[in-house]
T-cell receptor, first 111, second 114 residues
Framework: QKEVEQDPGPLSVPEGAIVSLNCTYSNSAFQYFMWYRQYSRKGPELLMYTYSSGNKEDGRFTAQVDKSSKYISLFIRDSQPSDSATYLC???????????FGRGTSLIVHP | KAGVTQTPRYLIKTRGQQVTLSCSPI?????VSWYQQTPGQGLQFLFEYFSETQRNKGNFPGRFSGRQFSNSRSEMNVSTLELGDSALYLCASSPQPTDYNEQFFGPGTRLTVL
C-alpha cells in the first residue's frame, strides 16, 4: 500500500460544476499538505498549502485536511475548461523536506 | 522575474550512457530540489540542495547524483542509464529549504532511454 493514495480518474465534469478531489494517506507524521496543478507538458504549480488540519480558501479553491481520518480534499467551485489538468496532492513531515506525492487525478471540464 | 529553467528540454540516450541535466533556479532562491515523474510511479523526490550541500535524498540508487554551484544553479547526473530511467525530470526552487508554499517547478527535462 502506497503512503498516499489518489484516484487517477479521469474525472469528467461539465463547466460550472463543483469538483471534489481527494487523497488518503497512511502516515500520521505528515504535517504539511499541498495541492498542485499540472498541465500537459508543464511542471506542477502549487495551488494550496495547508499546515495541519482545517480548511483554507483561495478564490474558487478550498483545501480541507482531516488528520483524524487521514483524508485531504480539494474543492473547485464554478469549474472552467481551463481547470482541465492533473491535480496532485503532496504531503510532508516536519523537519525534513521530502514530500510524498499522490499519483494525480486527471480532471476534464467540458464546456 | 524569470521562472525556473531547465536544459535541455528533451534528451534521447541509449542504455549504459550517462546524462547531465541542468537547472537554474529563480533569482534569489537558494534551495533546489529534483524529482522524477513517471506514469508508473508518479512524482518522486530525488534530492534537495541548499548552499551547495545535499540536505535530503530520496530512495534512488547511487547512479543518481547531483550538485549545486555557488550561484545556486544545480545539475543532476545519471550514470549507466537503464530503460526504466526514462522519465520527466523536474527541478524546483524555493528561497529556503522547507518553503513548501514558495516552491516553483521548472518545465522539466524529458529523458528517453533507448
Amino acid at each position: 500500500q502506497k503512503e498516499v493514495e489518489q484516484d487517477p480518474g479521469p474525472l469528467s465534469v461539465p463547466e460550472g460544476a463543483i469538483v471534489s478531489l481527494n487523497c488518503t494517506y497512511s502516515n500520521s507524521a505528515f504535517q504539511y499538505f499541498m495541492w498542485y496543478r499540472q498541465y500537459s507538458r508543464k511542471g506542477p504549480e502549487l495551488l494550496m498549502y495547508t499546515y495541519s488540519s482545517g480548511n483554507k480558501e483561495d478564490g474558487r479553491f478550498t483545501a480541507q485536511v482531516d488528520k483524524s481520518s487521514k483524508y485531504i480534499s480539494l474543492f473547485i467551485r464554478d469549474s472552467q475548461p481551463s481547470d482541465s489538468a492533473t491535480y496532485l496532492c503532496a504531503m510532508g513531515k516536519g523537519g525534513s523536506y521530502i514530500p510524498t506525492f499522490g499519483r494525480g487525478t486527471s480532471l476534464i471540464v467540458h464546456p | 522575474k524569470a521562472g525556473v529553467t531547465q536544459t535541455p528540454r528533451y534528451l534521447i540516450k541509449t542504455r549504459g550512457q550517462q546524462v547531465t541535466l541542468s537547472c537554474s533556479p529563480i533569482s534569489g532562491h537558494r534551495s533546489v530540489s529534483w524529482y522524477q515523474q513517471t506514469p508508473g510511479q508518479g512524482l518522486q523526490f530525488l534530492f534537495e540542495y541548499f548552499s551547495e550541500t545535499q540536505r535530503n535524498k530520496g530512495n534512488f540508487p547511487g547512479r543518481f547524483s547531483g550538485r549545486q554551484f555557488s550561484n545556486s544553479r544545480s545539475e543532476m547526473n545519471v550514470s549507466t542509464l537503464e530503460l526504466g530511467d526514462s522519465a520527466l525530470y523536474l527541478c524546483a526552487s524555493s528561497p529556503q529549504p522547507t518553503d513548501y508554499n514558495e516552491q516553483f517547478f521548472g518545465p522539466g527535462t524529458r529523458l528517453t532511454v533507448l
